[in-house]
């Protein structure tokens, strides 16, 4: 076919120069994101678009001619440089990251609404590129919102009062937000697959986006006001930190957003694992390197902090991962490596939930290490690492037991319900000695009593020292250890036959035979309906 | 871990990096004891059958039957619960990425970005199977072609009728070349004229382009002219395969009358009077291989064991016994026929 026979935007009989024009577009979008190219096509086209840009442009307008005319003294003399620049940030601001995120999460919502996911992904697109895509089309967004203002801040930087480093930092700051933030309004667009869902996510996305503002907004005019100590070390140190954190999370959410939209016989589950156990590699590893940094060593009060951290994470990660359906496709197990010693590495980063658990158990084991294999500068400390460990391995663990029954009694059963199960099985545990205290004759008894031990927040902060500490050398400190313990050991043990098995499908290479035989394990047991 | 491909199967439908054109009559598209289980309901149970390059197969049931279940599977976008199907011999549970090459998939409803105009459309889809420079140019171009969408363009999909949005669909599903097309009632809600032309672009699929055309409906007649073969499917189960000739006859053994064909006959206005019919009935009763007469007012029915050379014959004799003959055609099991008879009408 001849090259004159077709372009894009103008069709046989336009005008050679916008053809050549258009070619060169062509060309030029050639190999970006096809998501990207189309969500620019109908970003210029929606009135959505359009009007928001020309609105902050007007809103811009009156507030310099507001200034000009209000107080043309301030101008010349005063602040009004800096003020002016901070009502220019907010109107940025609010487009960048309330605006922008918002329509990212309509987006990727209306693929599923308009019905038109479904034959995105089966084209050759991958889940990643989707997700990508999407986030592409807000930062491009996003530039140009920028774009549009920095006339503005040119006009602010001319006046008395203009900070040039600060200025800068802010508007860096806000644009890497603004990703964060668009990433995760794209993940929580990628939970909600039934329709009523998606309303009510719309809604929560909306305030949850005017939340963050409120609090993103109140930080950065701190800084403003406060100003920032560029020259300190300390501070680029910290920035530094929150930095890396706020890119990890935000490779989680896209690891998220990936996985929900991957095939069902697909990987949902090792990139989440390799990213949440990263996170919390990275997080030790940032703990020594500030300790050495600092030259100090970590003490247990330290350490006690960074203990609850450390447990919400895996007490999130354990619930996400253990809850999920035991299967491990057919499609996945013929891209297992032949070498035996391999496969035992890959076990617990393989879908599946008692997989799921074994790969929270390791971490678990690893932090367990730390607490008995260092020298810390009191003996309370391990025992409270431990006794926090059972907490978290026994309500896992109970949670991933009774979703896998549960799944057998009715097959409709889903991870999020197990997932659901395990906060309410957490809040019902913790709320228990409270309410048999109340019902008690002596309510607000300092003594410890065995049905406190049923609650991890009543309990944990009775082994860490302190005035109403359960002493080392007190045997109440070792019942509750062993009792802790049994615990943890029994909820493992519920789960042991499904860990053997689940261990078993990857290891053995006897399933490999059976793969090709073709009937079986095309789906799980109870598929979803 | 990557959805990489893996070296597996050498594909019919791929050679090297380009797309290769597999032989006419190969079996691109196989269904092998597919199964789906929606909790109690069997929605797809244990069917199997084939497509072939070059041809185009009805897929006919009722509502409800489970066709577009199976097309689901076939599409990569469900996992059978049992069984496999095979895309230009690649297994659709194993090898999806692959499947969707070959494949191009028409769901019975699916969005269009009603702001896009239709270059964009196909621009975008083009792109998402990868297709960059002039070969996402000239595969536009063919789409506009084949689908005779060119004057409309640029016209944004929202304003197409019904007729041109489902000729849209069909180019966009065409748009990355795939040997294997499945289209899921691409005529439903058509007027008879859309329906008719769409018809014709379908058969061309096959004809011309030699792709392998799966093609689901629950009216019959719609698909009896342009289907080379055809499964029956009912509540989940395949009642008939094979071409429209083997599921006529499987229907004629069903009603116990193998190799017999139904015979209808007149006599011209005028020379059909009591006697002449009376005279016709006795001697049609004294011919071999004849039975089942049934006598009008100037006409019979009745059934001849034998073929096309029992039946000439029979005309020839007719003729030379002096019976003014003004029609004489066979009652042919249709499909439609074939199909009432064949399924009973069974909803889950
Ligand atoms: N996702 C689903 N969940 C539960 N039942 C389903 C689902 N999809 C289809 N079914 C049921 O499976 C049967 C077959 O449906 P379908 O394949 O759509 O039929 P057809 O396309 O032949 O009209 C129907 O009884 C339908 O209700
Ligand atoms: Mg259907």
Known sequence: MSSDT??????????????????????????????LVKEVRQALKSRQFVVTFMLLLVIAWLVSAGAAIFSPNAMEFGSAGNQLFLIYFGILAFAVIVIVPFGAHRSML??????????????????????????????????????????????????????????????????????????????LSTLAQKRQIQAANSMGMFFLLMFQLYMTAGMMFQFSYAGVPFDDPAFWWSAGCVVVAAGSYTLLAQQVAVSRLTFESGNRSSGIRLILAA????????????????????????????????????????????????????????????NPLLRILFVPWMPGGARGLLWMLLHVGAILAAAFLFDWDTDWFPTFVLATCCYMVFLTGLGAAMTRWLRLVTPSFRPAH?????????????????????????PISEKFHMIDLVSPFMTLPRLIDGRMAIAVNDPLRNHILIALCAAAVLAVLANARAIFNGISEVVSQKSDESLDAGLQDIQPASSPS | ??????????????????????????????????????????????????????????????????????????????????????????????????????????????????????????????????????????????????????????????????????????????????????????????????????????????????????ISSHILTELSEICDSAAIIEAGRILAHGTIEEIQQQQRRAVGRQSSRSLLLRLARGRDDATTTDRLEKWLLEQPFVGHVQMAAGKAAFELEGDDKAQTELLQRLLSAGFAIAEFHSKSHSLEDAFMNITQGITQ
């Open chain 1, 279 to 338: 996170q919390f590699w990275l997080f030790c590893a940032a703990v020594v390197a500030n300790s050495l940094w600092a030259g100090l060593s970590v003490s247990s009060r330290d350490g006690t902090e960074l203990l609850m951290f450390v447990a919400f994470h895996w007490a999130i990660a354990g619930a996400y991962a253990a809850t999920e359906v035991d299967w491990l496709s057919r499609r996945l197990r013929r891209q297992l490596p032949r």
């Open chain 1, 418 to 442: 197990g997932r659901a199960l395990i906060v309410i099985f957490t809040v019902a545990i913790s709320v228990t000695p409270l309410i048999v205290r109340a019902l008690s004759s002596n």
């Open chain 2, 1 to 214: 871990m990557s959805e990489s491909e893996q070296p597996g199967v050498k594909s019919v439908c791929e050679n090297g990096d380009a797309p290769a054109t597999p032989p006419r009559g190969e079996a691109t598209l196989e269904l092998r004891h597919l199964h789906r289980f929606f909790g109690r309901l069997k929605a797809v149970d244990d069917v199997s059958f084939k497509a072939y390059a070059g041809q185009v197969m009805g897929f006919i049931g009722p509502n409800g039957a489970g066709k577009t279940t199976s097309m689901r599977i076939l599409a990569t976008l469900d996992l059978p619960t049992a069984g496999d199907a095979f895309i230009c011999g690649d297994s659709v549970v194993d090898y999806p990425d692959r499947v969707r090459k070959y494949l191009g998939f028409m769901p019975d409803s699916f969005g269009r970005y009603g702001d896009m105009n239709v270059v964009e459309f196909l621009d975008f889809y083009a792109r998402a199977y990868g297709l960059r420079g002039d070969r996402r140019r000239d595969a536009i171009e063919h789409v506009l072609v084949f689908t005779e969408l060119r004057k409309l363009a640029e016209k944004p999909i929202k304003t197409l009728s019904k007729g041109m949005s489902q000729r849209l669909g069909l180019g966009r599903c065409l748009i990355h070349d795939p040997q294997v097309m499945v289209l899921d009632e691409p005529a439903a809600g058509l007027d008879p004229r859309a329906r008719v032309e769409l018809r014709e672009l379908i058969r061309l699929l096959a004809t011309e382009m030699n792709k392998t055309v799966l």
């Open chain 1, 110 to 187: 209306s693929e599923r609404d308009q019905n038109t996911f479904e034959l995105l992904s089966i084209s050759a697109l991958t889940p990643r590129q989707i997700v990508n895509g999407k986030l592409l089309s807000a930062m491009v967004q996003s530039f140009v919102y920028y774009s549009a203002i920095t006339p503005f801040i040119a006009f602010a930087s001319l006046l008395q009062g203009f900070d040039l480093p600060l200025s800068l930092f802010l508007l860096a700051i806000a644009f890497g937000w603004s990703i964060c933030v668009s990433m995760f309004a794209l993940m």
């Open chain 1, 6 to 35: 077709i372009s894009l935007a103008q069709p046989a009989g336009a005008a050679d120069a916008d053809n050549r024009l258009s070619v060169l577009a062509d060309r030029l979008t050639d190999r970006m994101n096809p998501i």
